[in-house]
């Protein structure tokens, strides 16, 4: 997988014709988080637990209007709008996160990953250095304050992924 920018983030319209888990699947093979927002589809949960192979035990990540809201310089205004809208309803927003997904380890990763909590995987490396090389030409990319700038750096070690640095906050 090479690096990858995003622009926005994405939000999957969950309807019940069930379209939403093409374009949630791709997200999932490309990496990438992504929001889904429920649209009165009954069989929500159980397609998204299906889609990530969570056992009927695990629950994702449901938003709040306050977590929305510090999303929104990562959504469209249209998303955060729509998103905002829905929050105050019944619908359910979820965060989909790679981390959390069970298939999200080697052999199909490699075992070290560029990794943005907001965006998701950015880069997948067979060693530090090379995740370091990538890390800071990201960096160099973005100013100096900008919101993609939290970037973290896992290992794969046995059974799950371990936090190698964020060399963000290590910086003067």
Known sequence: MKSWVAQKLTVVHAKPDGLWLKVASEKIERGENFL???ANSPDLLAQLRDLCHWSCTVHPKRLTRAQIFQLSPFL????FQNLFSHSEDTAAIYFIEQMDLPGATPPRLRPVLVYCPIRGILSQHED???ASRTYEE?????PRHHPERSLE???WQGKDWYFVANQHRNRS
């Open 128 to 130: 530090i250095f090379e």
């Open 153 to 155: 750096i896992y290992r």
């Open 138 to 142: 990201h960096m160099q990319t973005l």
């Open 76 to 79: 469209s205004p249209m998303d």
């Open 36 to 38: 889904v927002l429920e």
